[in-house]
């Protein structure tokens, strides 16, 4: 089941019970929450060695942020009990995305190479808002971050795990 739940994709994080009535608070992990969560949708959880669906009866935003309540939850302590999971969904229920948009975990693990073919390192996250996001890559004497901007990304190819930057002058010592 493990290789079910590895080749999903996150969408969410439950943060807490919310009310009575088996009604989860979601931190939301997808540009797309209005679409991501409604009435009918599934998302998965793991606990433990389980992976198991939970199909979406009721939805509402509250501070930008979902308020679920699922079919298979119907107490407080059920929904108490989904505290901290990740909800999850199979990448081919992803929104299609724009021309030069990525999904994060699709750029996590590209090869970060300069236009002049220099070796940076790897992407292990990619931090900030759409507008505002930033590849953090490991090298073998720390993490640099880099702005996610054409300015700078060149090329970015998920598919062939690889992103050619131009950065500034500076930029990859700056965090070092």
């Not at 930008?64 to 407080?76: L, W």
């Not at 030069?100 to 940076?120: D, P």
């Amino acid at each position: 089941m493990h290789r079910a739940w590895d080749e999903m994709v996150a969408v969410g994080r439950v943060a807490r019970a919310h009310g009575n009535r088996g009604a989860v608070v979601v931190n939301p992990e997808t540009d797309f929450p209005a679409t991501r969560f409604r009435e009918g949708r599934v998302v998965h959880v793991r606990r433990g060695e389980v992976v198991a669906p939970l199909t979406i009866a009721t939805v509402r935003f509250q501070d930008g942020r979902p308020i679920v309540g699922f079919r298979e939850v119907a107490t407080m302590t059920d929904a108490e009990a989904l505290a901290g999971l990740e909800l999850r969904v199979p990448e081919v229920e992803l929104e299609t995305l724009p021309e030069h948009a990525y999904y994060r975990h699709a750029l996590v693990g590209c090869r970060v190479l300069t236009s002049s073919g220099v070796l940076v390192g790897a992407v292990v996250a990619v931090e900030g808002e759409r507008d505002g996001s930033r590849l953090v890559i490991g090298t073998p004497t720390g993490e640099v971050l880099v702005p996610l901007a054409e300015e700078i990304c060149r090329r970015v190819d998920p598919e062939a795990g690889e992103i050619v930057i131009e950065p500034p002058e500076g930029l990859l010592d700056l965090n070092r």
